[in-house]
């Protein structure tokens, strides 16, 4: 189970990071790296999601998992990194759309 844990928060942490550097590379203008940024985070967060989604099915079908404050973190840190995800992804629209409005 500690595996699994520290697995999802490597995942949801590079996530995370990945979400940070294309809201730095939208902020410059360069959108064509922001989009790819955004694309390594949806990687990352499809493998932690799997991970997640294991630990359910396993659990719905009477398997009962140790749950530990590793675990619980382990989840802080997924959802964490889904919220910025959304958010920045929304906040780079911003961006473009306020650079489309500046040129015209």
Known sequence: MEHIA????????NARSYCFEALSFARIGKHKEAFECLKESTKELQK?????TNLLQTEAKGEK???????????????????ARDLIKEMIGMIQEGSSAASI
């Open 6 to 13: 520290f697995t999802l928060i490597l995942h949801a942490g």
């Open 48 to 52: 932690a999601h799997t991970l997640q």
């Open 65 to 83: 998992q140790e749950m530990n404050l590793l675990v619980v973190h382990a989840q802080d840190h997924l959802m964490n990194a889904l919220l």
